[in-house]
């Protein structure tokens, strides 16, 4: 497996190709959630091919969005399917990579530890500082794709959205989970002054 090849090739094909309306799900996340990502994988000692494979999964994760904004992940696969044997991956590594890349769907449904490592560092940022930035951005996408309009419409979806996600790993859980309810809380209380 030749990652830092494949590396260099997807995120440059990222950079220039994602729709400039893709305010959250950008070339910006696919770093932020490699990042997460190594922190985990570091966390559960995860070493040689697995981390390769992890690594690999995370690089493609959202590279559906280059050809469509719906099923993403599916095609994101099916991307991963064509070229990733050009840099040496194996079929089996490959369906192993497509495995975690369909793990990232909402709602996420990990088999296996490396699927729940890029769950969770998918949505790593809800227990982070940077929470309210980046939902920021993820608003304004949604907005732009004409998901949703107003900003009521976001943080009732945010309840809902915060209720119902849980992180996988321990390691998830030890870092995000607290501050993840902190966040949940405050927009509950942003959402209880909204007459009903």
Known sequence: MDLEKARAFVLEKIEKELPPVLFYHSFKHVLDVYESAENHAQINSITGEELTLLR???????????????????????????????FDYSNEQIERICGMIMATRIPQTPNNLLEEIICDADLDYLGRDDFWD???????ELVELSILKTEEDWNRLQVNFLTKHRYFTKSANNLRAEKKQIHLNKIIEIVETYSN
């Open 134 to 140: 980046i939902g920021a951005n993820l608003f304004r």
């Open 56 to 86: 690999t999964a995370v690089l493609f994760h959202d590279s559906g969005f280059i050809f469509q904004l719906t099923n993403h992940e599916e095609v994101g696969c099916g991307f991963a399917r064509k070229v990733l044997p050009d």
